[in-house]
């Protein structure tokens, strides 16, 4: 998908959500109100699947954070060195793509270093370091769906 495609859906997505939000808001004058059902994969008062935001939040809490944009969907860490292995660092940049709470809405970047001679010189990252990641945030949003529905 291009990114004039994907900026187009995610306008569309909010154009969406925005008529959906003045449509229960002008519901609430009358006394019939909907039931609404608070576990939705689209509950959100950020840009991103609330869920998918506060589980790689939780993920990489860490982890130094350098930027977050929750409007955006992207979280980017500074570089961090495990204490047990100081010669290797990583840098990780989760990006939120869409409301849903879908596995396709959630992209992981990482970076690795490695010290030689005294410098910093960049290294591969195993795609499935990249997975196990992606896979533990999926993992932790699920579970707080679950708990925000028998909550």
């Known amino acids: 998908m291009t990114d004039s495609r994907r900026t187009l859906r995610v306008l569309l997505i909010r154009s969406a959500a925005v ?5 229960l808001l002008a519901s609430c004058a009358s ?3 909907p039931r609404a059902d608070l576990a939705a994969s689209r509950v959100t008062t950020i840009g991103v699947n609330s869920y998918l935001w506060r589980a790689s939040l939780e ?6 954070l350098v930027q977050t944009d929750s409007n955006g969907g992207v979280i980017v860490t500074d570089w961090y060195a495990n204490p047990s292995n100081p ?3 990583v840098k990780v940049t989760v990006s939120i793509l869409d409301q849903d709470l879908r596995a396709d809405a959630l992209r992981v970047a990482a970076s690795r270093q490695v010290a030689q001679a005294g410098a910093w010189v960049d290294a591969p990252v195993q795609a499935a370091t990249v997975q196990k990641l992606e896979d533990i945030i999926l993992t932790k949003a699920r579970d707080l769906r679950r708990s925000a529905v028998r909550g």
């Open 19 to 23: 008529a959906t939000a003045a449509a």
């Open 59 to 64: 993920t990489l809490s860490f982890m130094p």
């Open 87 to 89: 010669s290797e660092r």
């Open 31 to 33: 006394n019939d109100r």
